[in-house]
């Protein structure tokens, strides 16, 4: 390996900014006044208790990617294991995961933008959908992934959390945390951390990159690990700071703009200006890297024959085109109908359920190592259950959505792919 | 030098620390007859369309009590914070019974706040913050909605939309220009006018709209009430 090709890698520091920032991108400005609303003071208490499920997982990527050595992430482990038809039909609900959060994203986008121009629930649609056609032409163009630019825009977006997170917490009132709602009981927590689960996604988006990481063995666990660890700890002193300055009750009748009324509290117009451009930013940079990264997976299932040919076509600038196009519509019409809790639940289903896959896969593969799976396996199934019971009370007919295509993919993937043209 | 960092440290952090204020609550009445609202500690008697002055409860987790003539109609607790202001609307209706079926007590708790609408028609309680996200010297308007014989209705201002609300909501306060306004409420999408609301807000108010049901006829009708920002 050349000194010149090394150079061009992605390393620790940059790596590191990758994991937090993928997290935090889109995760803490949808995340805060759901849980709020469902775990009232017990709030950043659920973002430990998730955090306990996305650590365990982080360690499973990392440890089992560098075990098998090869980008690819959960696909790619099944593959390994032989399991090609499980391999193929998790893929495709990881997929669905990704359209999920990328319209989530894009909805979140649309929202801070629309409330910092005092803009209604249409001008709030017609943003998300203009951002999400923007990011799609850009990815097309072959300018999706600009590593430079998204590190400067993670540093900013953490700086300013952080910020915010301090400042509340400085200005700490603990009454503010029930300000004008009823008191939850502690058991809410698990509720709360059920739904907002999606929040830690992000972090896997490396394990598609392993091959442009600079001496991934030594650096890729110690660092994705440290990368999760701040972001728990940093949505937990949101979760306090945020809601001690804006109050329980505006959190939850604002959720959609949560922090920005947080900001607005704690600064005034300057906090909200600052705010908006910090989610504007963080919300852009998370669609380009989810949209970038799943059209990829796309192109690399496609190629194992676990998608229709069309999947790896790439255009003269290299990039998946088909992909893109279909996870990009596909999230663009979501953004534009969906609603924000059943869009950030059903998302969390799909990665609880891939991240679950994954801490068995490293239970089973991994010797001596499996304390920490067995923790996020464990933890993971609680959490589902609260999960589902909340899907089945509040979301039924988006819980039948998704069940149903899930049991469409299981069941007749193979079927689909008799049928359409694969990958010679 | 060394003396003087912690007395500089310390004086930062007074210069940072919030204004220790007293939380101010009024309550609210939307229901038919007068009731007696017990919170925390102290009795109030409520006329229906009648808005209490601002009291100052101690900040914390106050309970809260609703009767009539004795009977209990709503129970609950909510937490104040110090620097809040908040408005305590009491409104459905005495005669529907309140849900409590053990899906119903799964559906508050799993859907969370925000879920008035859950317990049907019986009498609740909605908290309204009066200060969050505005601007002294501006003006805002914002809508409540209480009429248990609608789903969600819209105001009007020369035929376009300002603001909506579903029942047991309150919609977000909107900047408004000071001076005469004249807005018509409709429901959400019958398109059908049910009342001409006429308003004259000054700089440095919030003006809301209770929207709620005549008793007898069942006719909506409209409370205003205003607030000074702070």
Same mark, same amino acid.
């Not at chain 1, 959190?251 to 906090?271: C, D, F, H, M, R």
């Not at chain 1, 999947?311 to 534009?336: Q, S």
């Given at each position: 390996m050349g000194k010149s090709e090394d150079a061009d890698k992605i390393?620790?520091?940059?790596?590191?900014?990758?994991?937090?920032?993928?997290?935090?991108?889109?995760?803490?400005?949808?995340?805060?006044?759901?849980?709020?609303?469902l775990a009232g003071q017990w709030a950043w208490l659920s973002f430990l208790i998730a955090g306990l499920v996305a650590l365990p997982s982080a360690v499973s990527y990392c440890r089992l990617t560098n075990h098998f050595g090869r980008s690819g992430g959960a696909f790619e482990f099944l593959e390994e294991l032989e399991r090609k038809g499980m391999a193929g039909s998790l893929s495709w609900l990881l997929l669905i995961g990704y359209v999920l959060t990328i319209a989530l994203y894009a909805f979140a986008f649309g929202h801070y933008v629309a409330f910092a121009f005092h803009g209604g629930a249409v001008t709030t649609r017609v943003i998300a959908v203009v951002v999400m056609v923007l990011l799609i032409g850009l990815n097309l163009l072959g300018v999706g992934k600009m590593k430079m630019l998204e590190i400067g825009t993670v540093v900013g977006n953490l700086v300013i959390l952080v910020g915010l997170a301090a400042y509340g917490i400085v200005h700490f009132d603990s009454h503010a945390l029930t300000s004008g709602i009823e008191p939850r009981p502690l058991w809410a927590s698990l509720i709360g951390a059920?739904?907002?689960?999606?929040?830690?996604?992000?972090?896997?988006?490396?394990?598609?990159?392993?091959?442009?990481?600079?001496?991934?063995?030594?650096?890729?666990?110690?660092?994705?690990?440290?990368?999760?660890?701040?972001?728990?700890?940093l949505y937990m002193a949101v979760a306090i700071g945020a809601t001690s300055l804006?109050?329980?009750?505006?959190?939850?009748?604002?959720?959609? @703009? %949560?922090?920005?009324?947080?900001?607005?509290? %704690?600064?005034?117009?300057?906090?909200?200006?600052?705010?908006?451009?910090?989610?504007?930013?963080?919300?852009?940079?998370?669609?380009?890297?989810?949209?970038?990264?799943s059209a990829n997976l796309a192109a690399r299932i496609a190629k194992d024959r676990e998608l229709p040919a069309l999947? %790896?076509?790439?255009?003269?600038?290299?990039?998946?085109?088909?992909?893109?196009? @279909?996870?990009?519509?596909?999230?663009?019409?979501?953004?534009?109908t969906g609603s924000l809790s059943v869009l950030v639940e059903t998302a969390s289903l799909a990665f609880l359920v891939t991240f679950s896959v994954v801490n068995a896969i490293a239970c089973r593969e991994l010797e001596g190592q499996g304390g920490l799976p067995l923790l996020g396996l464990v933890v993971g199934g609680v959490i589902g259950i609260f999960l589902l019971l909340r899907l089945f009370i509040s979301a039924g007919p988006a819980l039948l959505g998704f069940l149903v295509l899930t049991s469409l993919i299981f069941v007749g993937r193979p079927y689909i792919l008799e049928r359409v043209k694969l990958e010679d | 030098m060394k003396t003087k960092t912690p007395l500089m440290l310390m004086a930062i952090l007074l210069l940072m620390a919030p204004a220790v204020a007293a939380p101010h609550l009024r309550l609210v009445s939307l229901l038919p007859d007068p009731v007696v609202?017990?919170?925390?500690?102290?009795?109030?008697?409520?006329k229906p369309r009648q808005s209490t002055e601002f009291f100052s409860p101690h900040p914390g987790v106050i309970s809260l009590l609703v009767t009539a003539q004795g009977r209990q109609l709503h129970e609950t607790r909510f937490g104040i914070s110090e620097t809040a202001r908040y408005t305590l609307v009491v409104f459905g209706s005495p005669?529907? &019974?309140?849900?409590?079926?053990?899906?119903?007590?799964?559906?508050?708790?799993?859907?969370?706040?925000?879920?008035?609408?859950?317990?049907? #028609?019986?009498?609740?309680?909605?908290?309204?913050r009066d200060n969050a996200y505005t601007e002294k010297g501006k003006c805002y308007l914002r809508l409540f909605h209480g009429a248990t014989g609608l789903v969600s209705v819209k105001l009007l201002e020369d035929d376009k939309t300002r603001t909506s609300a579903d029942y047991g909501k309150t919609s977000e306060p909107v900047p408004l220009e000071p001076g005469n306004h004249h807005f018509t409420l409709e429901t959400q999408d019958g398109h059908l006018p049910l009342l001409e609301v006429d308003l004259a807000p000054k700089e440095g108010e919030m003006?809301?709209?209770?929207?709620?049901?005549?008793?007898?006829?069942?006719? &909506? #009708?409209?409370?205003?009430?205003?607030?000074?920002?702070?």
């Open positions: 390393g620790p520091f940059a790596l590191w900014c990758l994991v937090a920032g993928g997290m935090v991108g889109g995760g803490i400005y949808t995340a805060l006044g759901v849980v709020v609303a059920a739904s907002i689960f999606v929040s830690y996604e992000g972090f896997q988006l490396v394990s598609y990159e392993y091959e442009q990481l600079k001496s991934p063995r030594q650096y890729l666990t110690p660092v994705v690990v440290s990368g999760v660890v701040f972001v728990v700890l804006a109050g329980a009750l505006t959190v939850i009748q604002q959720k959609q @703009v %949560a922090l920005s009324l947080a900001a607005y509290e %704690a600064l005034g117009l300057p906090g909200l200006a600052t705010l908006t451009l910090a989610a504007a930013m963080a919300t852009a940079a998370a669609i380009n890297s989810t949209l970038f990264s999947f %790896a076509d790439r255009n003269d600038k290299g990039v998946p085109e088909a992909g893109v196009l @279909v996870l990009g519509v596909m999230a663009t019409v979501l953004a534009a | 609202v017990e919170v925390a500690g102290e009795s109030h008697l409520l005669d529907a &019974p309140r849900p409590q079926d053990t899906w119903t007590a799964l559906k508050q708790m799993f859907e969370g706040e925000g879920t008035t609408h859950k317990l049907g #028609y019986s009498v609740q309680c909605a908290i309204l003006t809301t709209i209770f929207v709620a049901e005549e008793q007898g006829t069942g006719l &909506p #009708y409209a409370f205003t009430s205003t607030v000074e920002l702070r």
